[in-house]
């Protein structure tokens, strides 16, 4: 395709994916119940082969043309960075150090219990041909399966609890500190699995040193110089299209770093959002990024990842049977390990399994890695599309669940209207009614 029908193209598949991706959204919260999040997945499912490619392929292959999908992979990065930014614009680090010893258990056990089952299901696994590279040893495919249960859906995590209006919280805070743990241990392990396959060892070198130094600079180093940012604020009394453009050069920086070493970009987001000056500065700094961010360039992140899913490949008694077991061992080993380390760390016995339920949910970040391993050659299709099978179920899971053990509780004793009221994102980065 030339330039210029790449652009169109372009265009047109903007246009489909915020039309599907608010409309879906709207149906899953009007009928279902389901957040706007959870929507957008399913919409971007919805437009990739599993279903339009399916009933309409010549459509769906002119909408979304192969050589298009680099360019709204670039666009999905984006979106996905900055939303994570304003997440962290948002994140409460004195709640986080507060809740420092439940944070590291929970994460600890919601990393210990998934690789727990991943030794136990890796022998089967391999048993069955075509599930994982032929020349795959044991521990390469123990260690991949490890991260693909113990991942956990940190964008979608977030726009939950922003949502539920709990961003303030003490759950919220807590359940987003040790999914952004998690998280980053599973990419570190998906490195060194890299690594055994050809990649050397100095990705994971890079990736576990460079993700550890980034944090500890950031966290110790960085908030003194970026106050500088705040007092610019206070001086102009308003962000000026110099002092955006100096954060949005920060913000690039640091999603290039985390994705040059090997992570991802949405954590070199998040980290620089939470030590950015707080107050009327990340105030406004949310105000002006998060309407196109959650309208029009998070919703390609959705998109591509469902682009590159196909779930009719589940098709066999035996590959339903695996799916099943790999379902249920995952839930268990995610959210029963959650729930107790959460108990065992004070925490009473609805906000521990709000905890597990959000923590359960696997997301589009399940769908990342598992492109990854697709791509690299570490998985088949048919294993792929058991763990897409699996993301899918426990992502519509957790807002229910969460419903169930602590929304309807919380808002009979007027938690959550509470913090509904207190000072925190803007109308629009909540999702409350708009979105």
Known sequence: MTPAQLSVAFFLQLMLIIACCRGVGWLAKRFFGQPQVVGEMIAGVVLGPSLLGLLAPEAQAFLFPPESKPILFVVAQLGVGLYMFIVGLGFDLDHFRGNARS????????????????TALTPWLLATPGLFAPTISQAEATLFMGACIAITAFPMLARIIHERGISGSSLGTLALSAGAIDDAGAWMVLAIVLASFGDGPNVAMLAIGGGVAFALVMLTLAPPLLA??????????HIDHQLLSVVMILFMASAWTMDAIGIHAVFGGFILGAVMPRGAFATDLRKMLEPLTTVVLLPCFFTFSGLNTQLSLVGNSDLLLLAAVILVGSIVAKGGACYLAARATGQDHRTAAGIGSLMNARGLMELIIINIGLQRGVIGPALFSI?????????????PLFELFYGRHARRSGALGALNEEPGPPAGTRLTSEN
Do not use: C, D, Y
């Open 228 to 237: 500088r940012l705040g007092s610019w604020h206070a001086r102009k009394g």
């Open 387 to 399: 763990l897409v099978l699996m993301a899918i179920v426990t992502t519509l899971m957790a807002s």
């Open 103 to 118: 944070a590291a258990a929970v994460s600890l056990s919601g990393i210990a219990a998934p690789f727990l089952v991943a």
